[in-house]
């Protein structure tokens, strides 16, 4: 199994460009969620899904999209990239929910600056 | 709201010496805690985790950490700290919602320097 995979590794995007961050499991994982990591700051969560074609927003869901067509991937999509949204991009699976103590496993992230 | 904290942003220690980093939750009800440890440049790994049971929890690469209820406390901890576990250290607590799926709730992190 390749686990949890991210593209791009690194993007660097103007102020008002669009862009799409791909997320991909091979784990049959029901639940699939998107951090962003920032200094000082821990991990904090954007959006979350529990399945196909079911979304649901984090703490931070200004500026970004998600939709979940299949089981397997789950994007995040920025419509109109500002600085505020330099960061690292996590996106993270579980086999289900995490109310039981799920482990979720990571993703080795995509560095995106936005200048 | 359940909450973690990590009341050191950098521990520093020799090779050999005992590793422990610290982490206080806040919950209502029982806690889910979790350790991930972050190399540079890379993802989040999954160290180990306390559902229930016994309050000594073994996990990867040879840390443990203790679950202490008295104290609201889950320390991450190395008997022998290797210069190779040098990282940065994320405790994380599960926070109930009203969906029932849960979150993740992360602490701003630990850097552990260890030099030889």
């Known amino acids: 199994n390749a686990g949890v995979t991210q593209t791009p590794k690194f993007q660097v995007l103007k102020t008002g460009q669009s862009m799409t961050l791909q997320c991909a499991q091979d784990?049959?994982?029901?639940?699939m969620s998107w951090y962003r990591q920032d200094p000082g700051m821990g991990l904090r969560l954007i959006h979350y899904s529990v399945g196909a074609g079911i979304t649901d927003q984090g703490e931070v869901p200004n500026g970004y999209n998600v939709s979940r067509s299949t089981t397997e991937d789950f994007p995040l999509r920025l419509l109109s990239a500002a600085p505020s949204q330099t960061s690292v991009y996590f996106c993270?699976?579980?086999?289900?929910?995490?109310?039981?103590?799920?482990?979720?496993?990571f993703g080795p992230g995509t560095r995106l600056l936005v200048l | 709201a359940q909450s973690v904290a990590q009341p050191e942003d950098q521990v520093n220690v020799a090779e050999g010496n005992p590793l422990t980093v610290k982490c206080t939750y806040s919950?209502?009800?029982?806690?889910?805690l979790f350790w991930y440890v972050q190399y540079p440049n890379r993802g989040l790994q999954f160290l180990l985790k306390y559902i229930t049971g016994d309050n000594l929890v073994k996990g990867s690469y040879g840390f443990e950490a203790e679950f202490n209820k008295s104290q609201t406390s889950f320390h991450l901890k190395k008997p022998s700290a290797l210069v190779s576990d040098s990282a940065l250290y994320f405790c994380?607590?599960?926070?109930?919602?009203?969906?029932?799926?849960?979150?993740?709730?992360f602490g701003a992190g630990t850097q552990v320097v260890v030099t030889p």
């Open positions: 994380a607590v599960i926070e109930w919602t009203t969906d029932s799926w849960g979150k993740l709730q």
């Open positions: 784990m049959n994982h029901e639940y």
């Open positions: 993270a699976s579980s086999y289900s929910g995490l109310a039981g103590g799920e482990t979720q496993y």
């Open positions: 919950v209502s009800g029982n806690p889910y």
